[in-house]
Each structure stands twice: as C-alpha cells, then as structure tokens.
C-alpha cells in the first residue's frame, strides 16, 4: 500500500442537542447543531463539486485505514488527481459519522472511480458500484452508521434514511431529522446542558453523566446533567415517577462524544480523605467512584436523623468506630435520598455514602439531634 497522507482526524464530537419533552428545547439547541452538521456538510459539497475538475482518473483501487489514519494506492498502483479527489471527498462523510458519535471501523475501507463510476467496499468484503459520486457517499456514510456498535438505534436509522437521496442533501435533512428525534440527547465530553421532561419525578443519571441540580417549572422536570470529561460511550437518563419508585418509566439514550482517540480511563480510586461530618456538609460524587466516609463523634446519648438531599440516588450507611453496621438505607428519605434515624451513644461514628448505582452527582448530608 502506498501511503498518500496520514491525516489528524479532527473529531470534533458533534454535540446534537435534541429536544426530550419541550418545544422551546428544539429551538435553544438548534444552532450549535445546525453549525456542526452544516459545516462538514458544505465540506463534502465542495469536494463533490471539485471532482469533475480535479483531472486525470487512472482507475486505482485506494484505501483509507482507519487504525492507522492512513490513505494512498492499495497495491501501489499509480493514481491520479481524480482518484485522489474522489478518497477526500470520502473521508469528509467518514469525519462527518465520527463527528457524530460514530466509532472507528476495524476493516480497511477501499474506494475507486473508474469510467464515470464510483465503487465504496471494504478489505476481505463486498463492494458495490453507483453511478453518481453523490450516491456512492451516501451508501458509503449509510454504511458506516449502519455497522457502528455505539451509536443509538434512533439515531442510526435517521442517518440512514437520510442518506438514501445522496449525501448531498445531508445538511438540511440531517439536521432536520435529527431535532425532530426525541428519543436520543447527543452530548459532547465535559459539557453541561440543561434538559426538560414533563412527565418524570425524578431523573437517574447512567455511568459518565452527572445529574446537578433537579427544578421543577409548572409541572416541568429541568434537570441540569454534565457528562464528565474523559467519557466517551453510550449513557442513559432513567425517568421515575413518585408513584413506582424502583422501575424507571422511561430511559433516555445519551450519547457523549468525546475525541478521536482517548486513553481508557483508569478505574476509580476510593476517596480515602477523611472528612468530618458536621451539621450540613455540601459533596459530589464522581461518577464510578466508591464512596465517601465522613467521621463525627456524639457527645452525649440521643436520637439522630442522618439524611441526605439533592438529586443525586444515594445510599448512607452508619458503622461504630471499629466497623460495626448499625443502619443502612436507600430511599428513605425525600425523592432518592437516604435517611437514617438512630439512637447513638457517645462515641465515634462513621456515615459511608456510596451511589446506587455507579453514578454521581452532588448531594447535602445533614445531621440532626431529634428533641
């Protein structure tokens, strides 16, 4: 194979802010997503538009490796501008499926234009040949999505249903499609967004995504989520209602894209800091992590009520000095918060507060002498 470029891919995660229950979300996310989708859209125009004139097609069957990010001539056959031309305007709507969330493929992907044909395939697999370049992209980004493991059911069949005109009309019916799907949020690493639901009571946040703060607005669940840096991979928000507590009405697909290429994040350490536990104390939680365990020592014999507050799901559990469980709870308290109602003698004391179920999120834990 004869190396034509390496090229950077600049995989600038496509944040699709999609509407959940509210109209007016459409239209305060709209912009970012018509700006992303948009401008890697005239990109492929205008390498469609530059083929007639790029000049000589010998006809070289080319490659893109995507491990390698690497293009050129597949068996080192000579090629010309033309060939050249046609693997660019390919790697635009192959930098346009990674902007939106999709991974990288493992096979080596092969391109050709011979007589006025366009040929897309993949190494060691079938190909197929169009009659227009515009329609050989959008088989070949329909593909792509098609094939990709990570992105959401909804999503890939409107990618895919878009595609079926060419990939020329990708900008405005992509766009489109996409605000009109409230079944998915698409969020890009270490970004904060706040998002509507009106028939939820409490919002769960799924591992990488961090609930901050829940607003209730005329009946409306505004809940303010972050995804965390360093996250790259599917996520969901599960909606409850005060009415079942403990089996979600509904999930929500999130998407959080990151860069092309990230190191795997290294698991979670336990938060060994001590950390004393006075009247209030305001914490977060980082999402994956083991827990935080707050000190206090009682004075004189009485009963307490331990509780925590927020949108955060937590679970508290109370030990002696040496170890010793004496309570644990769930959702005892207001929403999913725990609480905790103990007599406690004097001594010293330990509150271990830990998230159901490996996320995180801020929380307030009081500590409050019954009379």
């Not at 990488?208 to 969901?236: C, Q, W, Y």
């Amino acid at each position: 194979m004869t190396p034509l470029s390496r090229r950077i891919i600049l995989c600038i995660c496509l944040i699709v802010p999609l509407p959940l229950a509210a109209a007016n979300t459409a239209e305060s996310n709209r912009p970012l997503l018509t700006e992303r989708v948009e401008a890697q859209s005239r990109a492929i125009t205008d390498q469609l538009s530059g083929l007639p004139k790029t000049g000589t097609v010998l006809g070289a069957l080319m490659f893109y490796d995507p491990g390698e990010d690497l293009a050129g001539a597949y068996r080192g056959e000579a090629y010309g501008p033309g060939d050249r031309a046609f693997v660019e305007a390919a790697l635009a709507v192959y930098d346009l499926y990674r902007q939106i969330g999709g991974e990288r493929p493992k096979r080596i992907q092969l391109f050709r234009q011979s007589k006025g044909q366009f040929h897309i395939g993949v190494e060691s697999g079938a190909g197929h040949w169009f009659q227009t370049a515009d329609k050989a992209l959008g088989h070949y980004f329909a593909r792509l999505v098609g094939a990709s493991q990570r992105l959401p059911d909804s999503l890939k069949s409107t990618a895919i249903t878009v595609t079926e005109v060419g990939i020329s009309a990708t900008s405005a019916r992509l766009s489109d499609r996409l605000l009109s799907d409230v079944s998915l949020i698409a969020m890009s690493s270490g970004e904060s967004r706040s998002l509507r639901f009106d028939n939820a009571d409490m919002v769960v946040a799924g591992s990488g995504l961090i609930v901050n703060k829940v607003t209730r607005l005329n009946g409306i669940l505004i809940a303010n989520v972050s995804a965390e840096s360093g996250t790259d991979r599917p996520s969901a928000l599960h909606l409850y209602r005060e009415a079942k507590r403990f089996s979600p009405s509904q999930s929500q697909d999130v998407l959080v894209t990151g860069e092309a290429k990230r190191p795997a994040s290294p698991t979670p350490e336990p938060d060994t800091t001590p950390k004393v536990l006075k009247t209030a104390v305001t914490d977060s939680l980082r999402s994956g992590a083991e827990g935080h365990v707050y000190h206090f020592t009682i004075a004189s014999e009485a009963d307490f009520s331990i509780a925590s507050g927020g949108p955060s799901d937590l679970i508290g559990t109370l030990k002696t000095e040496d170890g010793a469980t004496l309570h644990s709870d769930d959702d005892s308290g207001d929403g999913y918060n725990f609480r905790i109602r103990q007599r406690l003698a004097p001594g010293a004391y330990t509150l271990t507060v830990t998230h159901c179920c490996n996320g995180g999120g801020p929380y307030e834990i009081s500590i409050d002498q019954n009379r």
